[in-house]
């Protein structure tokens, strides 16, 4: 335990884990613009998978990371339009059309990764960003400062996020779309349009997570996501459909995850509980559900897609 | 859950409008037709010649007696989910942890193959399988409970449940049930030692994999059917799934409902992950770290089969065989053509998501035809009042 209290091992561990709460923090914003809408997104890890796929193929193809990032938000965009299609203007039942989309993602990236590439290929990581001036606060510096542009954006993503939800006219109307789509419907608040664009705005971001996700592994594997798309809907829940709540969770899945990673590799979990350990994300989101569904009340309209007059 | 409703026609609606009888019947047909489709597109874009792929994929799963009783053996555990998911879905409770389910079933079913090795196969092999029923059904009582007490999003839950469940069958498959004997490079095999011969499911054909749980499957699915539709619980469990409040306000215990659908679903899971394990031609419990890897995507393909078979228990047992041979014929399909065998679970997927989306047309067909019956034919000529009709 004493090696684990040291400030480098402590600063390396909080770097890492916000590196590693980047993705849910990008996909978990995401499901919450949708949310707010009314729209519940399952399929979030297919389209992680596949907006990974397509960063992976493109980073392997052309060497570009920025092209790769474009490659896996362009998916998830794609992904988005077909989901907006068969939740909003389908009106198909939400809980099930994800796991369709899951499975859909699931299956083709292991298709085509046996496919494309029989022998693995490993991609460069994104290299860090040192901001100006504030990478030079000791300590601080090296834990928040010295990222790369993606943990950035992420969390740029936060207080812009917030702003346009709370203060915005389209963030009024998506709220409104959410709690009432019958009203908003009245004062010509376009439904369908509002979801159209929280949707996609979401599934790009999905897509945009799994190209992040993969630029941290830097390898492309089968179930590349281990179900972190679905943890990213779940995080939105226990963030309370708030931009704020939802960094505070991903934040605390990435640091644990972290935690548990330094732990093993210093000794301190023995390897034959670390399984046992690695329970713990899982768990604690169970139990997170369990407060927040008793002291918060989510977008009234949640999963029922809308009808005029029904 | 509105596309629930469409389930059962109304007695007496006659389909005026053709387009409506297109839609009840051919629908769901059409949907896998739509999957099927966009799967040759896919292996058309890798070169290969999807007759020749989906020919493959036929012969290797319904032809000749090898390739029969593979796909029914495959079946099982689509089958005993589906029909879990019949009763879980019909209560409008969203199961979607058949994986963690099934693993927390074959567990429990493996340890006490384990602890109780001596037993004569008679009592062994079903007190391994109640074993089994109740790993699941604890692994799905939770979320249930959590849902119906709490309010918490059975969803997520499951589906966190599915994770931790893997983590605990890795735990206990390398560390309290491991068999000291089978090494790998870097240590023991993450496995159980040979179970007893009395725990094994007896085979019906001698020299083929088809064992006495294609029967048992079959059973549950019926009793599944007679639940439903011929008992006070099915009633419930059913009213329930259609209206919370109405049920409520009938005096039915709406909390002890949703919990027991879950369980009952999580039990049938639990039942095919026992089955995975002492129907195995290895007959022990292995894991390679994932939860697939045990189940083969069951607890996921279980939800497939069960929406295909429009959540009739007694159609799952056609539909789980059919999306067994698309499994098993898969694998033929990959080595006749070089396009892996993945490719099934993303048409499964892609049937997943065509028929929730024409549930919509559907219902819409059915309030039609139904406010023909409840309105007379002018009704056709309001669509808001027809669709009124129908949720009355």
New interface residues.
């Given amino acids: 335990m004493s090696h684990f209290f040291t400030a480098a091992v402590l600063i390396a561990t909080v770097a890492a884990g916000i590196q590693l709460a980047t993705p849910f923090l990008l996909a978990a914003l995401g499901e919450t613009m949708g949310q707010r809408s009314g729209v519940v997104n399952l399929g979030v890890d297919g389209i992680m998978l596949l907006g990974a796929f397509g960063a992976y193929f493109v980073a392997a193809k052309t060497g570009s990371l920025v092209l790769a990032t474009a490659a896996g938000t362009g998916i998830g965009l794609v992904m988005g339009l077909i989901t907006a299609f068969v939740s909003v203007t389908l009106k198909a039942e939400q809980g099930i059309s994800g796991i369709g989309v899951f499975l859909f993602g699931l299956g083709l990236t292991n298709v085509l990764l046996l496919r494309l590439f029989p022998s693995p290929v490993t991609i460069q990581a994104l290299p860090a960003v040192p901001i100006p001036l504030l990478h030079s606060i000791p300590d601080i510096g090296r834990m928040f400062f010295t990222q790369n542009w993606l943990v950035y954006l992420a969390f740029l993503l936060v207080p812009v996020l917030t702003f346009v939800l709370n203060r915005t006219t389209y963030g009024m109307k998506i709220r409104a779309v959410g709690e009432n789509p019958a009203a908003a419907d009245t004062v010509g608040v376009s439904v369908t349009r509002i979801r159209y664009s929280t949707v996609i705005l979401g599934c790009a971001l999905a897509g945009l997570a799994g190209a992040t996700l993969l630029m941290l592994i830097g390898i492309f594997q089968e179930d590349l996501t281990n179900s972190e798309g679905f943890i990213a809907v779940a995080l939105v829940y226990f963030g309370a459909w708030r931009p704020l709540g939802v960094m505070a969770g991903s934040l605390l899945y990435g640091i644990v995850g972290s935690v548990v990673v330094t732990w093993k590799t210093l000794g301190i979990i023995p390897a034959s509980a670390s399984d046992i350990a690695a329970m713990a994300p899982a768990v604690l989101t169970v139990l997170a559900l369990v407060s927040v569904a008793r002291r918060f009340r989510q977008p009234a309209v949640l999963g029922k897609p809308y009808e005029r007059g029904g | 859950?509105n596309?629930l409703k469409l389930v059962h026609w109304p007695r007496g609606a006659r389909l005026g409008d053709p387009r409506d009888l297109l839609l009840s019947w051919f629908a769901l047909p059409a949907a896998a037709i739509v999957a099927l489709l966009i799967g040759a597109a896919?292996m058309l874009a890798?070169g290969t010649n999807p007759l020749t792929g989906y020919h493959a994929m036929l012969t290797g799963a319904f032809t000749g007696t090898y390739a029969l009783t593979s796909t029914a053996v495959k079946a099982v555990p689509l089958l005993l989910v589906g029909a879990g998911i019949c009763i879980a879905f019909r209560a409008n409770m969203?199961n979607?942890g058949g994986e963690g389910q099934i693993a927390m079933g074959g567990l429990a079913g493996t340890a006490t193959a384990l602890a109780v090795p001596g037993l004569p196969a008679i009592l062994l092999v079903p007190l391994v399988l109640l074993a089994g029923a109740a790993g699941g059904a604890i692994w799905g009582a939770i979320p249930g409970a959590?849902k119906a007490y709490?309010?918490?999003?059975e969803?997520?839950?499951t589906?966190?449940?599915?994770?931790?469940a893997v983590?605990?069958m890795?735990?206990m498959l390398?560390?309290p049930m491991v068999a000291h004997s089978g090494y790998a490079v870097g240590g023991l095999i993450p496995q159980t030692r040979l179970l007893s011969p009395n725990s094994w499911l007896p085979t019906l054909i001698g020299g083929t994999q088809l064992h006495l749980g294609v029967l048992i499957a079959v059973l549950l699915a019926v009793a599944v059917y007679v639940l439903l539709w011929r008992t006070s619980i099915g009633f419930r469990i059913r009213s329930v799934g259609l209206s919370r409040d109405a049920s409520r306000y009938a005096g039915m215990s709406v909390r002890r409902t949703m919990t027991l659908a879950m369980t009952l679903a999580g039990a049938l899971s639990g039942i095919a992950g026992a089955m995975l394990v002492i129907g195995s031609i290895s007959h022990r419990m292995v894991t390679d770290g994932?939860l697939?890897g045990f189940t083969g995507?069951a607890g996921?393909n279980g939800?497939?089969v069960a929406?295909f078979a429009d959540l009739q228990p007694l159609w799952t047992i056609v539909t789980s065989f059919l999306f067994a041979g698309l499994l098993v014929g898969g694998t033929s399909m990959q080595v006749v053509t070089g396009?892996?065998a993945?490719?099934?679970?993303?048409?499964?997927?892609?049937?997943?998501?065509?028929v929730?989306?024409?549930?919509?047309?559907r219902r819409r067909a059915r309030a039609r035809a139904l406010a023909v019956v409840t309105a007379g034919p002018d009704a056709r000529a309001a669509p808001?009042g027809a669709?009124k009709g129908a949720t009355a």
């Fill in positions: 859950m596309w896919l890798f969203l979607i959590f709490f309010n918490v999003n969803i997520l839950t589906i966190m449940l599915n994770l931790v983590q605990f890795n735990y390398a560390g994932t697939t995507n996921f939800i497939v929406l396009v892996p993945d490719l099934v679970t993303a048409i499964n997927g892609l049937v997943v998501v065509l929730v989306s024409v549930g919509y047309l808001h669709r």
